[in-house]
């Protein structure tokens, strides 16, 4: 394995770092300033759409999509170090790049599955940046962690399929570029294969019986810079059955094929998240005094910001391997990598931000600093995407079967 950077990785993490630097850093308080004059918290910042036009303009733009006839055409590996920059200002740069999701996964899930017509009215302008979407999965009455369990209705109705049910936590959703639903249900809730049951659907916005109902809170944030997360209501949504994505009962098989990807996109970005926490515990370290020495003098301090490092690099090494892995014998042989850096990043990257709250007191849980919104974020994901225990339970499985 030798994560070396290559000649274009190297290209494109130089041309992103300056981005970053002379663009992105620089528009994060300006985006704030913005967004307490807009009408409604939902509207986009104009200055979102500034570094949106610059970063394609400077051909940092679908950068995720492995896929050279629609994205950049990157490995995993490529990516990765790509996707770490961009975590250090996670509630800008991803959307900056057009690489946020769930426009990320959705955009996977159309190119790989989407019909010819599908691409076209939807893929083409999400490629754009002109249009946003939203993933709608989980659900209210479930334990959603099994996919199997979906209530939603997805039924044949002549031409048309029908759609009933709730879903919450759809991420996306309030924004108002938010165009397309990808939707799970099932259309074989009696099917004798359970991963068989569910299909994948679109959904247009303005479709009648689709209602955006509430926006979903995250320790109280509302995510404004991701578009939020709200709870939506189908009731007798009625689409074309050109509608359906790939065949009936191929929702389950999408659903993980989307979702490997993610996860690791994911974790490449807590890494970059990791990082700016450990920055910003230095930056305090050495301007605060206590008990007559600054704090970087304390010794408790030292052992915080030694384990942060340590473990980071442990974690970037985890990613890599795994994104090199998926590249070489593909998601499936690299299941076992995926689920460990599911596991491991989100959990680490807790502890190190935790620390970094705690090393900045009272200010660390304010608005003043990025620190409890980065926490937020990153505690949500030891359940986005399957909890922890999902990943453990298949992981230890996979282990025990060598001796069974």
């Not at 389950?252 to 970005?269: E, S, V």
């Amino acid at each position: 394995m030798d994560f070396a950077f290559d000649a274009r990785t190297e290209e494109l993490r130089a041309k992103l770092l300056a981005f970053m630097d002379e663009h992105v850093y620089p528009a994060q308080k300006v985006m704030h300033e913005q967004h307490a004059q807009l009408s409604s918290p939902w509207e986009v910042p104009p200055v979102v759409e500034e570094l949106k036009a610059e970063a394609r303009r400077q051909g940092l733009w679908n950068l995720f999509l492995p896929d050279a006839e629609y994205g950049a055409g990157l490995t995993n590996l490529q990516y990765a170090p790509l996707a770490e920059i961009t975590g250090r200002a996670p509630q800008l740069a991803p959307t900056a790049l057009n690489c946020a999701a769930p426009d990320t996964g959705n955009m996977e899930v159309l190119s790989q599955f989407g019909s010819d017509e599908q691409k076209k009215q939807w893929l083409e302008p999400l490629l754009a940046g002109e249009i946003r979407s939203a993933f709608a999965m989980t659900e209210p009455e479930v334990a959603s962690s099994d996919a199997t369990n979906i209530e939603t209705r997805i039924e044949r109705d002549g031409d048309d399929y029908v759609i009933n049910g709730r879903k919450w936590y759809i991420s996306g959703a309030m924004n108002p570029a938010c165009q397309i639903f990808i939707v799970m249900g099932k259309t074989d809730p009696d099917g004798e294969d359970i991963r068989r049951q569910q299909s994948m659907i679109l959904v247009s916005r303005d479709t009648p019986g689709l209602t955006v109902k509430r926006a979903m809170q995250v320790f109280g944030y509302e995510d404004h810079w991701h578009g939020g997360h709200a709870e939506v209501v189908f009731d007798n949504v009625r689409v074309p059955a050109g509608n359906l994505i790939g065949e009936e009962g191929g929702g389950f098989a999408i659903a993980q094929a989307r979702l490997g990807p993610g996860r690791i996109h994911h974790c490449m970005r807590l890494i970059g998240m990791a990082e700016a926490a450990i920055e910003l515990m230095c930056k305090r370290a050495v301007a605060r005094t206590a008990f007559g020495k600054p704090l970087a003098q304390q010794g408790v301090i030292h052992e915080w910001i030694a384990d942060a490092r340590v473990a980071v690099e442990q974690l970037r090494l985890l990613v890599l391997k795994t994104a090199w892995l998926m590249d070489t014998v593909g998601n499936k042989g690299a299941h076992t990598e995926i689920q460990s850096i599911k596991i491991a990043t989100p959990r680490t990257v807790v502890g190190i931000l935790d620390r970094a709250i705690q090393l900045y007191g009272a200010g660390g849980v304010s608005q003043d600093f990025p620190l409890a919104e980065l926490y937020a974020g990153a505690r949500t994901l030891m359940i986005a995407d399957g909890p922890d225990e999902v990943h453990q339970r298949s992981l230890a499985r996979r282990e025990l079967k060598k001796y069974l």
